[in-house]
């Protein structure tokens, strides 16, 4: 199969150091925090947040955010987007706690085809610890693989799907594992048909597996403390859509990377997400 020459690239980037929802102790929106987004024709964005609190419940010592968008001159590249999201000094509670949490997602899209290299470099937690306890990470940031071969979309290849099927049954094969963990494991890929467009969602994570000397329990990237709530560590999300038509390549992949998700429960509710990064740029026709 031919790749299609593609004479346009459509750049688009988002950042996000924080966000989210309290209910208790207090009601508190969160607000997008260093909130950086790219515009169709690349360049180049960055936000800064210096100090961040709700109360004494949540923040953050600094946080910043950067999108870039650019043409490589070098042979064989096409369009470069690069997208990252830093949170350092965390503190949720004095139970969660990170000296720095960094996402960061780059993708190149090729003059000739629509499915995109990616990588994950610089993607890291530094000093996690629940309770004053570290957190041991399986950190893989070459979890998704290399591009697929002939344009075809990412979801469905083997090696990618042999890796996070093994996450789903470290997941859903350890014993007691919660309700709200095992259902939102329950499937590998999720295919939604809306107006006639198709998409398909794969979510796993860069961490096979959490470990530790803290208080809760591990469930392969994700920590149930009690008296806090679940703690999720960087969620990746792909979703392919907008299919070429005649054909399953997706002429849109979407990488969307949440380094740190809580879902609260007890002294603390609500939700709130972390160094978030989302890559998806198209190629026109």
Known sequence: MSDQIIERHLYHAEATALGGHLTLPL???????????????????????????????????????QVAGNVDTKAGH????????????????????????VAQISTDHPRAGYIPTVTFLGTRFEGLRIAGHPVHLDLDVNLVGDRPANDAPYIG???????????????????????????RFKEMTTTTQAGGNQSAALECSLVN?????HPGRC????????????????VLRVEE????????????????LSMI????????AGNASMARAVVNGQGQP
Request: proline share 4%; hydrophobic share 35%; with cysteine.
């Open 27 to 65: 009601d508190q929106q969160i607000h997008p925090q260093a909130y950086a987004t790219l515009g169709a024709d690349g360049g180049y964005l960055s936000q800064r947040s210096e100090f961040f609190a709700i109360e004494e419940v949540m923040r953050y010592e600094t946080a910043y955010t």
């Open 78 to 101: 096409g369009w470069n987007t690069l997208v990252s999201s830093v949170v350092e000094g965390l503190n949720i509670l004095d139970v969660l706690t990170a000296d720095r949490v």
């Open 157 to 183: 290849q083997s090696g990618l799907m042999d890796r996070v099927q093994r996450q789903h049954d470290r997941i859903l094969g350890a014993p007691d594992v919660p309700a709200e963990v095992a259902s």
């Open 209 to 213: 597996q959490a470990s530790g000397g």
């Open 219 to 234: 469930f392969g990237h994700v920590i149930d403390v009690p008296n806090f709530g679940k703690i999720y560590l960087a």
């Open 241 to 256: 859509s907008d299919y070429k038509p005649g054909t399953t390549t997706p002429r849109s992949t979407t990488f969307s």
């Open 261 to 268: 998700e809580c879902k609260f429960g007890c002294s603390i």
